[in-house]
């Protein structure tokens, strides 16, 4: 077994296990990747201020997100097709974000069904909802996840329209994978890969079989996307899903400070800052830079998370600098699970939560509820 000492480990053996389909699906961003680049690049110019002759023995990670307990400020974000990179994968990563003691959120385009990831875990996770045009079927998820006891709502607001990555297409990423001609080729270098996945329990999008006709056979992924979610998506509708849900609801995919503002207007829990990890928008400003103007602008009416290139505790560290109070990790954990499965989940927990710990203390900081822009250096 390699010995794992950052993310960027687990990305390199996730890419060589992994089909290229998938793997990339994970790993790039829509057109010409400016904002995934941005993402990044932004979160690397920020510098840490080192801080010397502090006692910084005994310190805490542990804070709230939501209401919720969580022991570091991340949880696992909303991230499709989990299940591909690794058999009944959102299972296996909502148990190890439940062994750690951080929030999973499921999404709607997952693998594992509602009910399947319900039956991996004792705790009560969370939900991601895309709003499709049919909203008796959007209700219909919403009734589930109530049912799957699921503790908040994740409702992304980013993705009415999708943003195209030129990646999918040429790799003509279906669900579930149909091997071709061009992809045998690649998938006869991972045996171990094509093993498992067609050992798990589904190879398609668990919690739309039955209900969509055709969800069994899709063609491409961006194809049935574009005929069933939603483009009329309006403020308006987040009261109705508000109304339906009636738990803890957190709007995912502000990005602009006016949006913001509406969004405390609208009553939610918690927003989070977000350009889909670059998948959307291109040309978009990257999550970081955006984050300090929205943290303004909602003068502590609403929590702000934040995600979008986080590859370390360093990241998660900048980004509670600039305000947020809880942050969400997506291809980080991806990463881990196509190179271990649940093993490779709780590595890339166990990686950042040690940077995390280590970072804070060279900062001269104890306890991460602490983390202001004083940590930071003036540019
Ligand atoms: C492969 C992949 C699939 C994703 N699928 C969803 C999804 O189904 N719903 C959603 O709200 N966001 C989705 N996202 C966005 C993530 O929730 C999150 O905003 C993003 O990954 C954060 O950036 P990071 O990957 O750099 O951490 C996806 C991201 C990736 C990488």
Not at 185 to 193: A, C, E, F, I, N
Not at 328 to 335: D, N, P, S
Request: net charge positive.
């Amino acid at each position: 077994m390699p010995v794992v000492t950052c993310i960027d480990d687990l990305r390199s053996m996730a890419r060589k296990r992994v089909a290229r389909a998938i793997f990339d699906y994970v790993d790039r961003g829509s057109y010409a990747e400016q904002t995934l680049r941005a993402n990044r690049a932004d979160l690397e110019a920020l510098a840490l201020r080192q801080r010397v002759g502090i006692d910084v023995d005994r310190r805490s990670l542990a804070t709230t997100m939501a209401g919720h307990e969580v022991r570091m400020p991340v949880a696992l974000a909303p991230v499709g097709l989990t299940g591909l990179n690794w058999a009944d994968g959102e299972m296996l990563a909502a148990r190890a974000a439940e062994r750690f003691g951080v929030p999973f959120t499921l999404s709607t385009m997952s693998i594992c069904s509602i009910e399947d990831v319900a039956s991996a875990v004792q705790k009560p996770f969370w939900f991601q909802l895309y709003v499709m045009r049919d909203r008796g079927f959007a209700a219909s998820l919403i009734e589930r996840a109530k049912a799957a006891g699921c503790s908040a709502l994740m409702l992304t607001l980013d993705l009415q329209i999708q943003g195209q990555r030129h990646r999918d297409l040429k790799n003509g990423l279906t669900v579930p994978p149909k091997l071709t001609l061009g992809t045998a080729l690649d998938v006869m270098t991972k045996p171990g890969w094509a093993l498992n996945v067609m050992r798990g329990r589904r190879k398609s999008f668990g919690n739309l079989e039955g209900r969509i006709p055709d969800a069994k056979s899709l063609t491409t992924l961006s194809q049935w996307i574009a005929g069933q979610f939603d483009p009329t998506l309006s403020w308006k509708d987040v009261e109705w899903v508000k109304g339906l849900w009636g738990r803890k609801l957190i709007l995912k995919g502000i990005l602009d400070a006016e949006d913001a503002k509406i969004a405390v207007q609208s009553g939610v829990d918690a927003i989070v800052v977000s350009n889909h990890g670059g998948r959307q928008l291109d040309g978009a400003v990257s999550s970081i830079r955006a984050l300090p103007e929205i943290v303004d602008a909602v003068n502590n009416e609403v929590e702000v998370w934040f995600d979008g290139g986080i590859r370390s505790g360093q990241d998660v560290l900048r980004a509670l600098a600039l305000g947020a109070r809880g942050t969400l990790i997506g291809r980080a954990f991806a990463y881990g699970l196509g190179a271990m499965g649940e093993a490779g989940v709780t590595r890339a927990l166990e990686v950042i939560e040690k940077e995390l710990d280590v970072t804070l203390a060279l900062c001269g900081l104890r306890d991460v509820r602490d983390a202001s822009r004083a940590i930071l250096r003036a540019a």
